[in-house]
């Protein structure tokens, strides 16, 4: 394979879309890692791209056509594995790069797995639980030959839930004709679900962050953080977190009734389990009875200028950027990526700058795909483990991949991003030739 992929021109003004930041990162470790031109063409880009329509009954009799895309980056390591976004923000571009993100990741936990990602352009909250049985059991239909536990894994994602995934199975297995609960990860424990799976993510995200503070000679209790996104994988982390004796002192969240993101803050530090009885299935924080729980409501990017020791992006995509890594406060000493690609380049460049350490996505909130792993071994081979060694396995590879890329960063003299992008890419470029890819 020796095709050259040509770069897409951009105006230096225009901003990078999250797929260019992907590739732009990419490139960097491809020259440092010196690889060849076959071997970059085949791992900058997606490997196959689905894009397809969905047409839903709605409830009233109406039909809506929806767009679906399923983007399968590199399965050199194992079969496809990612999430699948349900958000009428982004663009195919989006899906492009978390694709490639999770290749790296897969990688970097040193998982059999490859790299995926899943997109419905639709905002979940405007359809009925039905309308988003059917949306989702669509999104199966249209592409099932390409899916499967030996070919492609799907899982959650932004706003998709044990309960789509139950629903996907189901379709999944009923085009089939068989039971194959390896097919999904992030399932109901009542349909082969892992014990530990649904806090996973922020489980891990937390175990990296109490990891890089006792390297940097702090305790975790006393260590006060700022987070962005009330969901999943926020809520989760910020519930460890507490209970390992920090402080979250401000959180944001999507405002779904207004279309636009909120800070909120209380000095003695949030309460998870009350903000959660204020909040959706979509992680929407509601605002008045926010108010009248004592939380003061900031702007949206209030989050960021907090006095906090510790900032957790656990939101979306480009959300740190170089416009706004300025206004991080003095106090932060550490940025944990809990969201896939938070960070733009020129804002890591801002950061290293100012000595904020960041500890990269690749790594940070790797615990969700390792877990969903674990599912997969469990689904596959019928036997299920417990609770606790879910969690203490899942300890032990975090621990593992964190002390590879901090050695990695030391003894290359390079960032933790670029340490664990080494780690990755050479895992995929090693895999690819091994099969006489390249
Ligand atoms: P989720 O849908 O459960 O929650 C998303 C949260 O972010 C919601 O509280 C929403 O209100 C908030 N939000 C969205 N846009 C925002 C904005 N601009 N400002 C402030 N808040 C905003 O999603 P999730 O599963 O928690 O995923 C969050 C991030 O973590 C995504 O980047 C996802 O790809 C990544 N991730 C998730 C998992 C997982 O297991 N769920 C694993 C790895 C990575």
Redesign the pocket.
């Known amino acids: 394979m020796s095709t050259s992929v040509a770069t897409p021109l951009v105006h230096p003004k225009t901003p990078l879309s999250a797929h260019q930041i992907a590739q732009q990162q990419f490139d960097r470790i491809a020259d440092r890692l010196g690889l060849d031109q076959a071997t970059r063409d085949l791992l900058r880009s997606p490997k196959r791209e689905l894009q397809f329509l969905i047409p839903v009954q709605m409830d009233d009799g109406t039909h809506r056509v929806f767009r679906g895309v399923r983007v399968q980056h590199n399965d050199a390591r194992g079969p496809f594995k990612g999430?699948v976004?349900l958000?009428p923000?982004g663009d195919v571009d989006d899906v492009r790069a978390?694709a490639m993100w999770m290749t790296w990741?897969t990688a970097i936990a040193d998982l059999p797995l490859g790299g995926a990602k899943g997109w419905i352009d639709v905002d979940p909250s405007s359809l009925s639980h039905h309308e988003q049985e059917r949306l989702v059991r669509g999104w199966v239909r249209q592409i099932a030959g390409s899916l499967g536990p030996d070919i492609d894994v799907p899982?959650?994602?932004?706003?998709?839930?044990g309960q789509h995934m139950a629903w996907m199975l189901d379709e999944f297995e009923s085009i089939h004709g068989s039971r194959s609960p390896g097919f999904i990860t992030?399932k109901p424990l009542s349909l082969g679900g892992s014990a530990g799976?649904v806090e996973?993510?922020?489980y891990g995200v937390i175990t990296v962050l109490e990891l890089m503070l006792n390297k940097l000679g702090l305790d975790v209790r006393g260590v006060t953080a700022s987070v962005?996104?009330?969901?999943?994988?926020?809520?989760h982390a910020i519930r460890r977190f507490i209970a390992l004796g920090g402080t979250v002192s401000a959180v944001?969240?999507?405002?779904?009734k207004e279309g636009r993101?909120?800070?909120y803050e209380r000095a003695k530090g949030v309460d998870v389990d009350q903000l959660l009885r204020i909040?959706d299935e979509?992680?929407?924080?509601d605002m008045v009875r926010a108010i009248e729980l004592g939380y003061q409501v900031l702007p949206?990017d209030a989050?960021l200028t907090r006095p906090v020791d510790v900032l957790i992006p656990?939101?979306?995509?480009n959300?740190i950027t170089g416009r706004n890594a300025g206004e991080i406060h003095c106090q932060v000493r550490l940025v944990v990526e809990?969201?896939?690609?938070?960070t733009t380049p020129d804002a890591d460049a801002v950061l290293a700058e100012r000595r904020i350490l960041v500890v990269p996505?690749v790594l940070a909130?790797?615990?969700?795909?390792t877990a969903?792993y674990f599912e997969q071994v469990q689904s596959n081979t019928g036997h299920y483990w417990s609770r606790e060694d879910v969690m203490s396995t899942l300890g032990e590879s975090m621990q593992r991949a964190f002390r590879q890329i901090v050695e990695t960063s030391e003894r290359e003299a390079v960032s933790l991003r670029d340490a664990a992008y080494m780690i990755g890419v050479g895992r995929v470029a090693e895999a690819s030739r091994l099969r006489g890819w390249v």
């Open positions: 999430g976004r958000s923000r978390l990741k899982a959650p994602d932004m706003a998709s839930s992030g799976r996973a993510t922020g962005q996104g009330f969901g999943n994988v926020a809520q944001s969240s999507w405002d779904l993101a909120y800070t909040t979509y992680g929407s924080i949206a989050w656990a939101a979306t995509e959300q809990g969201a896939n690609g938070p996505d909130n790797a615990g969700g795909v969903s």
